[in-house]
């Protein structure tokens, strides 16, 4: 079992940056590839980044490439998504993953779900 707890969330003007946190308990968050989520409103939730556990691969949405980086610390437990750039467009709740299996990029391929934290960008 893996609990996930997100922080870092808040407001923003647009052109800022922000940085979330997801810190993990459960054994197995070392070992597991993690990932990050987000839903806007009146939105399906979309697929962010994601990460190896070993941290040597990663992957974002489309939508992401080239403005937020994922990493992660396995020895305090804990992952981040550096976010620069925002838009308004990046409002939304931002949800921590943990335990991918099938694809990765489909809410249905991730076990562990944190609770969220909000994001919003102001124009």
């Known amino acids: 079992q893996v609990q996930l707890v997100e922080s870092g969330g808040g407001l923003v003007q647009a052109g800022g940056s922000l940085t979330l946190s997801c810190s993990a308990s459960?054994?197995?968050?070392?070992?597991?590839?993690m990932g990050w989520f987000r839903q806007a409103p009146g939105k399906e939730r979309e697929f962010v980044a994601a990460?190896?556990?070993?941290?040597?691969?990663?992957f974002y949405g489309d939508s992401v490439k080239g403005r937020f980086t994922i990493s992660r610390n396995n020895a305090k437990m804990t992952g981040y998504l550096q976010m620069n750039s925002l838009e308004p467009e990046d409002t939304a709740v931002y949800y921590c993953?943990?335990?991918?299996?099938?694809?990765?990029?489909?809410?249905?391929?991730?076990?562990?779900w944190g609770q969220g934290t909000q994001v919003t960008v102001s124009s």
């Open positions: 993953v943990a335990d991918a299996d099938g694809d990765y990029k489909t809410v249905a391929g991730w076990h562990y």
């Open positions: 459960g054994q197995s968050f070392g070992s597991e590839p």
């Open positions: 990460i190896t556990w070993t941290g040597s691969s990663t």
